[in-house]
């Protein structure tokens, strides 16, 4: 039986986790799964999230214990350290791109059709608008059956061009709880953030390199210290 967020949803910092998981397995394969440690530092990035977060190990490992019983996260036994990977589509009962989709409504919050072709860019080439739409509309027609909807197409805030599309993973919208879309949102991100998520990509690489490298050597990878 697929996940079913009427009954069990999602709380913030659960979709943190899943969605996250989900990105890093597309975005960064060679670093995946990701420890505790690896998931902590994604869960609280300073880019693409909205809201940004500070969690700590507990609240991930709570999140992933909670995960793990709705058959959505998976652990995976590594050399010295457990991981964890996500078992999003085959446990919310939706295709891989539906899932990239859903992941992004989760991390970043609502948007636009155009926003998210844009934003999965580095997790799913979507040929087109049309084709996210299609994936969109699909979601949000899904059959009682198989769990009812799963995004909704919000109305138009005053000022915008199009209309935004919120996932439902997490529950009903609270209308009135959702910030006004700024009048001139462009449907491309900034260059700034752009290059941020550019730099974190590049970081979790070497790291990943790093990993590889000193288990080939049979050493433990220091940890980089934190920052109060």
């Known amino acids: 039986m697929p996940f079913d967020p009427r009954s069990t949803p999602l709380n913030p910092v659960q979709a943190r986790v899943l969605a996250t998981l989900m990105e890093k397995a597309r975005t960064v394969p060679d670093s995946y799964p990701l420890s505790i440690n690896a998931l902590v530092n994604g869960c609280n990035q300073k880019s693409s999230r909205d809201p940004v977060m500070e969690l700590d190990e507990g609240d991930v490992q709570q999140a992933l214990d909670d995960l793990l019983r709705q058959s ?4 995976v ?3 010295r350290t457990q991981r964890w990977e996500h078992n999003f589509p ?3 009962g939706v295709p891989e791109q ?6 992004l409504l989760l991390l970043r919050g609502p948007q636009t059709a155009a926003e998210l072709r844009l934003n999965a860019e580095r997790w799913h ?3 087109d608008i049309s084709s996210v739409e299609a994936f969109l509309d699909e979601l949000q027609e899904r059959s009682e059956e198989k769990g009812g909807p799963l995004v909704v197409l919000l109305p138009r805030a ?3 061009r199009e209309p935004r599309w919120a996932t ?3 529950g009903p919208i609270d209308l009135s709880a959702l910030p006004a879309a700024p009048a001139a949102r462009a449907a491309t991100s900034s260059a700034a953030e752009q290059r941020i998520a550019a730099l974190e990509a590049r970081v979790e690489q070497l790291e990943a390199q790093l990993h590889a490298l000193c288990q080939q050597l049979g050493v433990e990878p220091t940890s980089a210290p934190t920052q109060d």
């Open 125 to 127: 080439r979507f040929a």
């Open 72 to 75: 959505l996260v998976t652990p």
């Open 98 to 103: 539906s899932a990239v989709l859903l992941s």
């Open 158 to 160: 005053p000022g915008a």
């Open 77 to 79: 036994s590594g050399n």
């Open 90 to 92: 085959r446990g919310v």
């Open 168 to 170: 439902l993973l997490s």
